[in-house]
């Protein structure tokens, strides 16, 4: 889900630093698009500052130039936040499934 997609920056940056073609920010400007249209599946979102920081963060390496460690930075803080809403939305009662069909938190 979006918490694998996200992590998923951080070996496609290390890969782009060594001159990869790895299509690094075509991926960020894909995953920024499902993280605004997520605003329209889940209108509660709108109103999730812990939401809106992911998407203000991908905008902005979206749009700026950053060294890699501000890169890993914000992606390990994005990662942290939606941590965050996964438990804010455990502890309401509403169940996730791990990949393995276990009720619980989910593993994205």
Known sequence: MIGSRIWKLLPLRDQYDKGEDVHLFEYARSLTLELMGAFETYPDLLDN????????????????????????????????????????????????????????VANE
Do not use: P
């Open 49 to 104: 500052s812990y939401f809106i920081t992911i998407v203000n963060t991908m905008q902005y390496l979206n749009k700026y130039t950053v060294t890699h460690g501000e890169w890993r930075s914000e992606v390990l803080k994005m990662l942290n936040i939606q941590n965050k809403i996964l438990r804010a939305y455990c502890d309401n009662g509403i169940e996730t499934s791990n990949t393995d069909g276990k009720k619980g």
